[in-house]
């Protein structure tokens, strides 16, 4: 679908830094590694995935309405 957007930008909660990042379209992304301090961040509980929990667009599948990861 065009209406929906493949980049996020993740803010990690330990350090606060931003990265611009282009969302999987097939699956979830469960870890991501912060460029900034090296934490690895994971989804908050009730989160399918990081960009969910820390990005500023909703992971594909979620943006379609549609459920995520199974």
Excluded: K
């Excluded at 930008?9 to 330990?14: N, S, V």
């Amino acid at each position: 679908m065009s209406d929906v957007e493949l980049e996020s930008i993740l803010t990690c909660p330990e350090c606060g830094h931003r990265a611009t990042e282009t969302m999987p379209v097939t699956a979830c992304q469960f870890f991501y590694e912060c460029t900034g301090c090296g934490v690895v961040l994971r989804p908050n509980q009730g989160d399918c995935c990081v960009f969910c929990s820390f990005g500023t667009v909703p992971c594909p599948p979620i943006q379609q309405h549609n459920s995520c990861c199974g």
